[in-house]
C-alpha cells in the first residue's frame, strides 16, 4: 500500500510542476529593453521635428515632405514595437 500511495504522490508532483512550468508568466522586459524603447522615441522625436522643420521651410512640396517623415517615423516604431511583442 505504501509504494502505491508513493506512486501517486510522484505522478501528483510531476502534474503540478508541470501545470506550475507551463503557467509562469514570460520573462519581464530588462532594462537593456527599456533604454532601447526610451532611446528610439527619443530620437523618433527629434529627427521627426528637425525634418520636419526643414522640409516645411523649403519652398516645393512642404507638406508632403514633412508628412513623409512622420510616416517613416510610426513605421519605424511600429516596427520596433511588434518585433518586441513577439521576442
Sequence with gaps: M???LEKVEEQIERR??????????HPARTRTQDAQ???LAIVSLVL???GSAI???SES?????ALLIWIGVI????VFAFSRRRG
Design 37 to 39: 524603447a526610451l532611446a
Design 48 to 50: 521627426g521635428v528637425g
Design 61 to 65: 512640396n512642404a507638406f508632403e515632405g
Design 2 to 4: 505504501a509504494g502505491f
Design 55 to 57: 522640409a516645411l521651410n
Design 16 to 25: 503540478v510542476d508541470a501545470r506550475l512550468t507551463a503557467a509562469r508568466p
Design 75 to 78: 513605421a519605424v516604431n511600429a
